[in-house]
């Protein structure tokens, strides 16, 4: 099926499963908790329903913190080791979590849960590039990515069966589970593929070197930044998601059906995506997008506003479907724009620009998550201003480009 740059006892298609099962621990990790925030609080002893939500942020801290380590650090031990403590440490945060008995001890598990589950978020990539090359890596990574958009769609889903028929506790052992399976089948079945004359000492010059070099770079930084605004305003919607559609709209055991709808118009996007760059380019796309994102808002917030933030639900729907739709255009080709001036950086480059943007996101997201007051108002005026700062800041981004004929072309 593809040709192997390195021999491999392990088969493609069990590869690619293998693959998909450790980045879906990220996915699995954040939606799967969406149904249960509203109990957790409750058993917690949480007196501010919006403080429920830092369950979900906080794992986005970890990965923040963590993403930036665990490039250099496989690059430095090899992919399976890396591999190894990141999951070890996940899964130490989800024995905190499991026993947690106030919201201080299940938020810490939280962050170590981010901070572990960085690991394969960071290193899979690599050890796909070490596998594959060219077109055979492309087409591998987008099977990847095919399973792994199923885990946000199915997740809340699980996520509600658990507590329907157990405790909230379960699903940190579901949690376990997986990450034990991950460990051992990866410690069985793949091979390490980053030999040792091809390993590079870890160095925190090395890092802070690309950090200075992306915050010089217009192109890398402004893109970054674009990124950490739309990453913000997924992580609001994600956080105050159950809040809104369980409670005010009282939707309750039928929330998981609806995060799919909107989980599945991001993969169409993405799919879609990927048919339509070739012709129109990572700049086109992801500007458009931001644009129709913004004008959707504004547009939206007239009703909004008519019906006090409590406009109906199917028009709420298919606002965020729309929304959604338009976030798949951005995310993966903005995050290619801000790597294109890195390509001799590329590894630690990719590495500090996803933990630049996911850093930027929490703040972002927490603030307009806390600002839920019963209505939509503020997550819509979050999302209005998060996407204008997206699109100032790419006009800032491209003006030189613009200025000089042909520098803004893409190759």
Not at 61 to 84: H, V
Not at 200 to 205: E, K, R
């Amino acid at each position: 099926m593809f040709r192997h740059t390195k021999p491999t006892v392990i088969g493609d298609n069990e590869f690619i499963a293998l693959m998909a099962l450790l980045m879906s621990l990220v996915a699995l990790a954040i939606d799967t908790m969406l149904p249960a925030l509203a109990v957790i609080g409750e058993d917690l002893g949480v007196s501010n329903a919006n403080h429920n939500q830092l369950v979900i942020s906080v794992i986005f801290l970890g990965l923040a913190f963590g993403q930036i380590l665990y490039g250099p650090l496989s690059d430095s031990i090899g992919r399976k080791p890396a591999i190894y403590i990141g999951t070890g440490i996940f899964m130490l945060g989800c024995i905190m979590s499991l026993f947690s008995t106030n919201i201080t001890i299940m938020l810490l598990g939280r962050l170590l849960q981010g901070l572990g589950i960085a690991s394969p978020r960071s290193v899979i990539v690599a050890l796909v590039r070490d596998k594959y090359e060219g077109r055979e890596m492309a087409k591998v990574m987008s099977f990847i990515f095919t399973l792994f958009i199923l885990a946000p769609v199915v997740a809340p889903a699980l996520g509600q069966l658990i507590i329907s028929f157990s405790h909230w506790r379960a699903i940190f052992t579901l949690f376990l589970l997986l990450a034990a399976i991950a460990m051992i089948w990866l410690a069985l079945r793949q091979p390490e593929t980053l030999v040792a004359e091809n390993r590079i000492p870890f160095s925190l010059s090395r890092i802070l070197s690309a950090v200075k070099e992306i915050c010089l770079n217009r192109i890398a930084f402004g893109y970054t930044l674009v990124s950490g605004f739309v990453s913000g305003m997924f992580l609001a919607f994600l956080s105050s998601s159950p809040q809104i559609l369980q409670e005010q709209y009282q939707l309750g055991v039928k929330f998981p059906l609806y995060f799919a709808i909107l989980s599945l118009a991001v993969g169409f996007a993405t799919f879609a995506n990927g048919k339509l760059v070739m012709r129109f380019g990572m700049r086109l796309l992801s500007h458009w997008a931001i644009y129709a994102y913004f004008i959707l808002s504004l547009l939206y917030l007239y009703p909004a506003l008519s019906y006090d933030g409590h406009p109906p639900l199917w028009t709420y729907i298919t606002y965020l479907l729309l929304c959604f739709f338009s976030i798949g255009f951005v995310f993966g080709n903005v995050n290619a724009l801000a790597m294109q001036p890195l390509g001799h950086i590329a590894g630690v480059g990719a590495a500090v620009t996803g933990s630049l943007a996911t850093l930027m996101s929490v703040p972002i997201g927490i603030y307009i998550g806390h600002s839920y007051n019963g209505s939509i108002l503020p997550l819509l005026w979050g999302f209005i201003i998060c996407s204008f700062a997206c699109i100032v800041i790419g006009i800032w981004t491209e003006r030189p480009a613009l200025i000089v004929k042909g520098e803004n072309s893409e190759t």
